[in-house]
Structure formats: C-alpha cells, structure tokens
C-alpha cells in the first residue's frame, strides 16, 4: 500500500480499521482539554473503560460476602486466577495448564531461576542481552552470586556490534555455541525495550537447547504485542508483566509459563507456597508438599484479586479480538508511522534517526527515535502538546502505537506536532 501523509488518507485507514470502535474503550488523560495520543502503551497501557466494574464486582463482593467470598462469589476468589488459562494461554500460544498469574514480573523471574537455574562449577554460565532492562541485570547479577559465582564470570552478554542498533540472530547463535557445555540458561528479553527488536525465539531457544541449556525469556514487551508460540518452540519457562501492552493497571500481576514437559517432574527445585499445593487438598492443612501438576504449582500465596480483577479485564479484551487482528493493525500503523516520520525527517534535514530494525519481522509496536541535537526540549514540547512519548538517556523516544487505542489520524497529527516542535 502506498501511504501519504495527509490527514484525508490517515482517515480513510482510520474507516478501513476493524479495531476503530475500541479507541472509544479507553480513557485517555487531557492535555489543553484533548485526548492525548498516547504512544507509551509499551510502559504502562492505558485503562479500559470496562475495568472498573471488575473491580468494583470485587469490592462488592467483599463488602457483602466477607470471608465467604473465597467461594461464593460472583466470581470465587480461591480459583480467581484459574479464569485466566483459558485467554491467556492463546495470548502467548501455550496450553493452559501451562501458564497462570502470579507476583509481579522480576519476582516471578527469580522464582523461576530458583528452578531453571541450578548452576554447577561446569555448568554456570548466563547468556543475555548486553544493556538489558536494569531489573533484568540486577536479578541475573544476584543469582549468579546467591549460587557463590562470580558475575564477570558466569553472566555473558551479547553485544551488538560497533556502529549497529541492533543484536544479530548469528552472533547470539554463535555465543551460545562458544559458552557451549559450560552454559547453564539463556534468558533474554523477547523484545527489547529500548530498541524494539524482535527476537528469534524459536531458533535461540534450539540453539540453547542444543549445548544442554534451559532457554528462558522474559517478554515484559512482548506479551499481548506480538505473535508467541511458547508451547511450539519448546520454550522451557517465561513471564511478563500485565501493565503494558496488556492494560492491567500499575505494577499489576505478573504472568508466567513452564512448559508442559516440565510438570510432571518432581525433582525440580522450586521455591513452594500452599497455593501451589494440590487443590483438592488445599484447605487439608497436611504437612508435605504436593504440587499442583502444571504451571499452577509454581504458585506461592493465595492471590491478590484486586489486583487480578483488571488483569481479567484486560484478557478478556484479547481474547474477544484475538492476537492476530491485532497484529495486522500493529503492523499496519507501524509502517505508517514509520512513513509519517521519515516524510518529516525528510521537511527538516533528518534531524533524527529510527534505530528499530527495519524489517517486519524483527519489530512489532514501537519504533524508537534517535534524536540528533536538541532531544529533550522536543520530548519536552510534545508533551505539552498533548504527546506523551517517552524519554530514554541518551537521546532517544520511544513511540509505541498500540493498536488498540491508537489511530492513524493520531500518526498524521503526530507527524505535524513533531515538524512544528522541531522548527520552532
Ligand atoms: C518493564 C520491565 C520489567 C519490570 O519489572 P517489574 O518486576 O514488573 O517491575 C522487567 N523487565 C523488562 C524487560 C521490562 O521491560
């Protein structure tokens, strides 16, 4: 399709989009008393007008039920989270037994190392990303000397090369390899949060596989985003958190997977709670542990509904539309963003620079944007123009276009505050 960067056209997008009617969902903040186009869905997604009665269903609930709620609520507390197999498992392409909620994302990763990181003096080495997110870096440096090594050690970073933006697939493929026997797990963000780039997960986490290694991921930026066969490409464990692309509301439940292979081996360590307990021996009270069969007996403490209940919402949102309606706008509205920001780049002498992979399949939603010069001023002229983007040391924006609330109009009048903030 060839796009033009005229607000008629980005209309016209706008009336031949299926998921046009659910901007209206969402409750979007003010700025000089207009909607904002909100491009930082990929840091915390805005709240869907739906939410609250879930919400308020568990206040109600609570006020009226007290202690029975556990089992005689509208929707039971003490299976709560057992509603989100089902959505959830088709948002990240598991089988539902093989994914549930828990804690919050750098916990759950922590509890998932305690079994899928069990490092031997062969065998204790880390591969990941180097400048991964900071939570990231900070839990793999902990572990790596809870165990008594040495981080310099046993954490290998991958680089990317001099003068490039972004990793390349054969350099993590041919780390993996030269780590070979001494590597204990690879775990590496799906989709990188300053960048935007895409992982291959199905062939990293062969090529993990193949020298002996457990293969984790955390995919903080890709759930609900882009297409994800866990289950298929033999993933052994991942987790991601609620409050991006997926709209659950401010350090809301952490999501997770442990592949199907993996459950019915009881001599994996793991860090146990009465939740993860057989569930029709819960409320027994017995003194051994017997683990639910399924990611579910990774389990720890009966669950924060509250905090659940937006979550549900949020599933229920994906599922009613499905993954893959959801990426042909993604795709779509990246690609004409993409064009809106090189057609001024190219009005005001390429006074910045897209440092996301080009290529389709190595991006999903965000585009980040290099800002030669003055960046900040125009980070901060955006914002008061009613664009929130946000602002990365050094020079760098970042602009999701979640297609969810996102539209094309929103890319088009983007595109005239952008030329007139750089101009001014
Ligand atoms: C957002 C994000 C986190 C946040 O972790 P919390 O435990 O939810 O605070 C961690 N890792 C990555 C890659 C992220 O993008």
């Known amino acids: 399709m060839t796009f033009k960067n005229t607000k008629e056209f980005a209309l016209e997008l706008d009336q031949l989009d299926v998921l046009n009617s659910y901007k209206k969902e969402f409750i979007f903040p003010k700025v000089n008393g207009k909607d904002v186009i909100y491009f930082t869905g990929n840091s915390l997604g805005l709240q869907p007008k739906r939410t609250k009665s879930y919400v308020d269903e568990v206040m109600n609930d609570w006020a009226n039920l007290a202690v029975e709620g556990h089992f005689y609520a509208e929707k039971p507390w003490w299976d709560y989270h057992e509603r989100f197999a089902n959505p959830l498992s088709k948002i990240v392409g598991a089988l539902p037994s093989e994914v549930t909620v828990m804690n919050t994302l750098t916990v759950n990763l922590h509890l998932l190392m305690v079994t899928f990181y069990r490092p031997t003096p062969k065998r204790y080495k880390i591969i990941c990303e180097a400048k991964a997110f900071p939570s990231d870096q900070y839990m793999i440096q902990s572990q790596v000397q ?151 007996g990774w ?87 009613g664009v929130i983007t946000d602002w990365r040391e050094p020079n760098v924006i970042r602009l999701a276009p979640v297609p969810l609330y996102c539209s094309f109009e929103d890319m088009y009048d983007f595109g005239q505050i952008l030329k007139a903030g750089i101009l001014k």
């Open 146 to 296: 809870f165990h008594g090594y040495d981080s310099s050690d046993a954490i290998i970073e991958i680089h990317r090369r001099e003068g490039e933006h972004n990793i390349r697939l054969e350099d993590v493929l041919s780390k993996i390899n030269e780590v070979g026997q001494e590597l204990a797990l690879v775990l590496i963000g799906g989709v990188n949060y300053y960048t935007g780039q895409v992982f291959d997960m199905k062939t990293i986490t062969e090529a993990g596989h193949n020298v002996g290694a457990f293969v984790g991921w955390d995919l903080a930026h890709a759930a609900g985003n882009i297409k994800l066969d866990l289950h298929e490409w033999n993933v052994d464990f991942a987790a991601w958190c609620s409050y991006k692309y997926m709209n659950s509301g401010p350090g809301n439940a952490s999501g997770c997977f442990i592949h199907e292979k993996h459950h019915a081996n009881k001599d994996l360590h793991r860090f146990a709670g009465w939740w993860g307990h057989n569930k029709e021996r819960r409320f027994k009270m017995e003194p051994t542990f017997d683990p639910v069969q399924g990611a579910e």
């Open 299 to 385: 389990q720890i403490s009966n669950l924060p509904i509250l905090s659940l209940a937006p979550y549900l919402a949020s599933v229920e949102m994906f599922d009613e539309i499905g993954m893959n309606v959801l990426i042909e706008k993604r795709d779509k509205i990246t690609a004409y963003l993409e064009f809106v920001l090189n057609e001024i780049s190219n009005e005001v002498n390429g006074t910045f620079e897209i440092i996301t992979p080009k290529n389709q399949d190595e991006r999903a939603c965000q585009l980040s944007v290099y800002l030669h010069g003055e960046g900040r001023s125009l980070f901060e002229y955006l914002m008061k123009n």
